[in-house]
């Protein structure tokens, strides 16, 4: 069966779908069947897998450093591609290699600002909706592309709590907030999710009491402190 690569997320599920060996760091390469069916594996079953393994596709999981494993922690950066067939810009990445990164940077906000955040507040509206309809449908336009591209920079400017940068920091304390709370709902974590709800920011010290929850899970794998803008 043909799979194809969807993104890179965080999950609890140490199985992969492919091997016996454990996804102990709680960061998975997330894959589609033909079906529709969404599975879960390390980067290298998906490698092996995947129809599009070297692909550029949405990380969900750049406000996370990883301990131990196969890839350094890669941060948001903005990219402008550069013109011209065979341009190069910083870097000397190609101009196609630089497109495909402004596509994954517009793909990731979407999925943070329309999946992944659902119910915090002034995240979603209408015109997303539509936009992630199309995503699901595979048929996002240029023009889709150039108003996420243009939304990010104004949230970056004017509404930095809803950039970027931000939402993944928040999606991280998020993620393993909800899940410390299914295993033991202590008053320590509700308060966070509070704040995060509310303020969308803890401070690096709330954060650093996050890495000591995975750490006494063994997770090699920690939320950056200083990933909210501040």
């Known amino acids: 069966m043909t799979y194809l690569l969807l993104r890179i997320d965080f999950s609890d599920d140490p199985n992969c779908n492919w091997c016996s060996n454990k996804l102990r760091s709680g960061k998975v390469r997330v894959l589609q069947d033909a079906n529709g069916r969404e599975v879960q594996a390390g980067p290298t079953c998906a490698r092996k897998n995947a129809s599009n393994p070297d692909e550029r596709v949405p990380d969900l999981t750049k406000a996370t450093l990883e301990l131990e494993g196969d890839e350094p922690p890669v941060g948001p950066s903005i990219v402008t591609p550069p013109r011209g067939p065979g341009a190069k810009g910083s870097g000397g990445l190609s101009a196609e290699r630089q497109e495909q990164i402004r596509r994954d940077r517009a793909e990731s906000y979407l999925l943070l600002r329309v999946e992944k955040l659902v119910g915090y ?15 699901l449908d595979k048929a ?3 023009d889709d592309y150039n108003y996420l591209d243009n939304l990010m920079a104004k949230t970056k400017a004017d509404r930095p709590k809803l950039s970027l940068r931000n939402l ?9 907030i909800e899940r410390f709370l299914e295993q033991d709902p202590k008053p320590f974590i509700q308060s966070l999710q509070a704040q995060l709800k509310g303020r969308l ?12 929850c995975l750490s006494e899970q ?9 990933a909210f803008v501040r």
Request: aromatic residues 14%; charged residues 25%; contains cysteine.
């Open 140 to 142: 996002l336009t240029e």
């Open 121 to 135: 507040k002034d995240v979603l509206f209408p015109r997303l909706q539509v936009i992630y309809q199309r995503y």
């Open 218 to 226: 063994k997770r090699p794998l920690e939320i950056d402190p200083e």
């Open 168 to 176: 993944q920091a928040t999606y991280a304390c998020h993620y393993w």
């Open 201 to 212: 920011y803890l401070t690096p010290a709330q954060v650093g009491k996050l890495n000591e």
